[in-house]
């Protein structure tokens, strides 16, 4: 594994990870975590493809960038790391938030995604009542109560059964969220809350679109999903049962195998390129 930088006006550093060679794979985190989520695949991926896995702006070890940050700003500084590696065409896949940066990405420059895999990830803006959520946890946190909120959430982005099964590794997925300042945090929830509906940029015919759904999964339903797979000319849809939003974590083999499937299917549809 490479441990690589960027550098931009905006974003003074962004940190990523470069493993295996090939055809460009970016994998975008979520909330609250860093590019270590993908920790569990990125081995397997790398075995096909060049897997890019940055730490978003304000996570990891990538530098904050401010509390205005906007999810458009975010796909830019991933825009960024693909310029600074001289990428023409890549595969994004994104986990929630990170599938919020990866549509901005493919609204800005939708004639260089080759495939978007939306993992555990919804088009749609947020409602006023998540609106109000999100607002009620970012007073929590602005008031110092930053662990208690992570306490409550990062457990219930698992599957009931997981968690019973691995409170380990639930465990551990806390510990990395108390990792992450409370500054990032909340500009994070103010860029989802600020993030418009992008769901026209999956009704496309430029490149597929995979979704990745867990059935417990209440931060993004897999129904809700499902039913959004209608919507581009060529989707793909993986549904697990027994896990929630993490199966990154929780089914990582099926997780791995369903997106090296996707990820090879569009570069082979990409014309002209060479696919080994
Ligand atoms: C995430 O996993 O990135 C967040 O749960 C996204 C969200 O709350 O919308």
């Avoid at 401010?66 to 991933?78: K, N, Q």
């Avoid at 990395?176 to 496309?204: C, H, N, Q």
């Avoid at 993986?238 to 570069?267: K, Q």
Wanted: glycine content about 6%; aromatic content about 8%.
């Amino acid at each position: 594994m490479e441990k690589c930088t960027v550098y931009t006006e905006k974003c003074p550093e962004i940190h990523y990870r470069k493993i295996g060679d090939g055809a460009p794979l970016m994998l975008l985190h979520g909330f609250p975590e860093d590019g270590d989520l993908w920790r569990l695949i990125w081995d397997a991926l790398a075995e096909e493809f060049m897997v890019l896995v940055p730490d978003l702006p304000g996570s990891g070890s990538s530098q904050f960038i401010g509390e205005r940050v906007t999810i458009d700003e975010l796909a830019g500084a991933m825009w960024a790391i693909l310029d600074a590696e001289e990428q023409k065409r890549v595969v994004v896949a994104g986990h929630s938030m990170g599938g919020y940066v990866a549509l901005a990405m493919a609204e800005q420059r939708p004639e260089e995604i080759a495939g978007l895999s939306l993992v555990h990830a919804t088009t749609a803006a947020d409602s006023d009542a998540r609106k109000q959520l999100r607002q009620r946890a970012i007073n929590h946190i602005s008031r110092g109560e930053r662990d208690s909120f992570l306490k409550d959430m990062i457990p219930n982005l698992f599957s009931p059964v997981f968690r019973e099964q691995e409170p380990m590794l639930v465990s551990q997925q806390l510990e990395r969220g108390l990792k992450l300042p409370s500054e990032t945090l909340i500009a994070f929830y103010e860029a989802i809350m600020g993030r418009p509906d992008r769901t026209d940029v999956i009704k496309t015919d430029q490149f597929p679109i995979q979704f990745i759904c867990g059935k417990d999964d209440t931060i993004a339903p897999f129904d809700t999903l499902v039913n959004l797979a209608d919507l581009p000319a060529f989707s793909f849809v993986s549904v697990y049962d027994e896990v929630g939003h993490m199966s990154m974590l929780e089914r990582p083999d099926s997780l791995a195998a369903d997106i090296a499937s996707f990820a090879a299917t569009c570069w082979k549809a990409v014309i002209n390129y060479k696919y080994e």
